[in-house]
């Protein structure tokens, strides 16, 4: 029900005070801050197209991006550019930015006009809601709020999804890696089956002894389909996440291996304490109770008092104008006692909804951490001990092979625990950037402090740089010399 507003109340100050209202309403939706807070926790600097200059100029960074591999960090930058899904999610800032409008300016008056079929009978209303007038400031300062949890929920979502951005790519290249593991093993495997074959043509070598060649190179090949069958899925999943069209994806070029894991522990502790200081997701709770605070006051007057409706019609009969004024409203029968429950239950409920962001941001991001450092210390391990043990029992094994003191079994035991090796090692690396990134929805790791002190490895930040600029051991650098030790194993 709508309330007759007086003339007296349209009065020019009231259009300052909207032009200022409106002033008070960022242009951009929020989007720079939002960007900036973006940038901090992942990187990657955010890009919102909306006009065809600004099209053009995110196409041209997309195209510098593909011209070249592609690493993790890129691969979130690519995706702030071209995912429509994140386009999508900053739209929302624009919805925010009108609502906040709506809410700083005066209540939209209602004119009624109406004249008698017959007669110079004519009659003006002019209704607006009278508790909107009264509490307009209030209302300005209730859209105000939600905005702010909107840019606050805003920039959680886009560090959710530079996330799962990660995410997709450690799986991808992770595939990748291990195709390229199992296609050397199966290589391999395939060679030692030929000289079996030939061995055991002339005699030399018992029918078992081949069948276990042939074993091997069989089992090598299923584990390479086995392989190759996760690789083109992971890459569908990555190009989705990304957002590229199907000429972008076929320029997308990733690296053909995950970096090793840095020297660098990380801290489970600090690492929650750094979360519940900065965790953009407990920014956008925090955010929620505030809108939800702010909003409770106009919730309890609103409950008590209902529609109001005071007003004035003009009416001109016989070339004369009469006014005639009048008020009326709504009185809940419970007087207000429902609508009052309900504004304390939302703001308890956003209060309980903060409390447990807390807890979850801390226990995701301890948890993750205490993932990746486990992870981090298990492919260290892999990289500087089980791959050149296993190296190094390998050509103790051929050559006791060669000099006939060990037999068929033991030597593909041994190129078994090599691929095996491989594989751990792969497998333990992808884990850790994995909780990684779930780590870095709460933190940014590289702001993180050192872990012990006057570690100097601990001072430098792990970029896509190390990815391609320093080669990692890996169960591939152990499986180039095979065709050479099979060369000899007879």
Request: proline share 4%.
């Amino acid at each position: 029900m709508m309330s007759r507003l007086p003339r007296r109340l349209l009065a020019p100050t009231l259009i300052a005070v909207t032009l200022s209202a409106c002033a008070s309403v960022p242009s951009d939706g929020g989007f720079a801050e939002v960007g900036e807070r973006v940038q901090a926790r992942t990187g990657a600097s955010l890009a919102w197209a909306r006009t065809d200059a600004e099209r053009a100029e995110v196409a041209e960074a997309l195209d510098t991006l593909l011209d070249s591999r592609v690493g993790m960090d890129d691969a979130v930058a690519m995706a702030f550019l071209s995912s429509p899904a994140l386009q999508a999610r900053l739209d929302e800032l624009g919805i925010a930015r009108a609502a906040f409008l709506s809410a700083a300016l005066p209540p939209n008056p209602m004119i009624d006009i109406s004249r008698a079929a017959a007669g110079d009978s004519l009659e003006i209303g002019v209704a607006a809601p009278l508790l909107d007038l009264l509490f307009w400031p209030q209302r300005a300062r209730s859209g105000q709020a939600a905005f702010e949890t909107a840019k606050a929920q805003a920039a959680a979502d886009l560090a959710d999804a530079a996330a799962q951005v990660r995410v997709a790519y450690v799986e991808h290249v992770a595939a990748r890696q291990a195709l390229d593991l199992y296609q050397q093993a199966e290589s391999a495997g395939e060679a030692a089956r030929l000289a079996a074959e030939a061995i055991y043509a002339a005699g030399n070598i018992a029918r078992v002894d081949l069948d276990r060649q042939r074993q091997f190179a069989a089992q090598m090949t299923a584990e390479r389909m086995r392989a190759e069958a996760e690789v083109a899925p992971s890459r569908e999943h990555l190009i989705a996440v990304l957002g590229l069209s199907q000429e972008q994806a076929e320029r997308l070029q990733t690296l053909t291996r995950l970096p090793a894991p840095p020297e660098r522990a990380v801290d489970a502790e600090l690492a929650g304490e750094t979360a519940l200081r900065e965790s953009l997701q407990v920014a956008a709770a925090e955010a929620g109770l505030r809108q939800i605070a702010v909003m409770r006051g106009l919730r309890n007057i609103e409950a008590l008092l209902g529609d109001v409706d005071v007003g004035v019609d003009f009416e001109r009969e016989d070339g004369r104008w009469a006014e005639t004024y009048g008020l009326g409203f709504v009185l809940p029968l419970d007087l207000g006692a429902a609508g009052r429950a309900r504004a304390a239950a939302e703001l308890s409920q956003a209060y309980q909804t903060l409390q447990q962001t807390r807890l979850d941001s801390l226990a995701d991001s301890r948890s993750a951490a205490q993932r990746a450092e486990a992870a981090r210390e298990l492919a260290l391990f892999h990289r500087d001990v089980s791959l050149p043990l296993s190296a190094d029992v390998f050509d103790g094994v051929v050559r006791d092979f060669n000099a006939m003191q060990l037999g068929m079994f033991e030597l593909l035991q041994s190129r078994r625990d090599r691929v095996d090796a491989g594989r751990d090692y792969v497998e333990s690396v992808a884990a850790y950037w994995l909780a990684r990134a779930e780590l870095e929805r709460h933190i940014r790791v590289d702001d993180l402090p050192a872990a012990q002190a006057g570690d100097a490895a601990a001072a430098e930040p792990v970029h896509d740089h190390h990815q391609s600029g320093q080669h990692e051991p890996d169960a591939d650098d152990h499986q180039h010399g095979d065709h050479q030790h099979e060369g000899h194993d007879h």
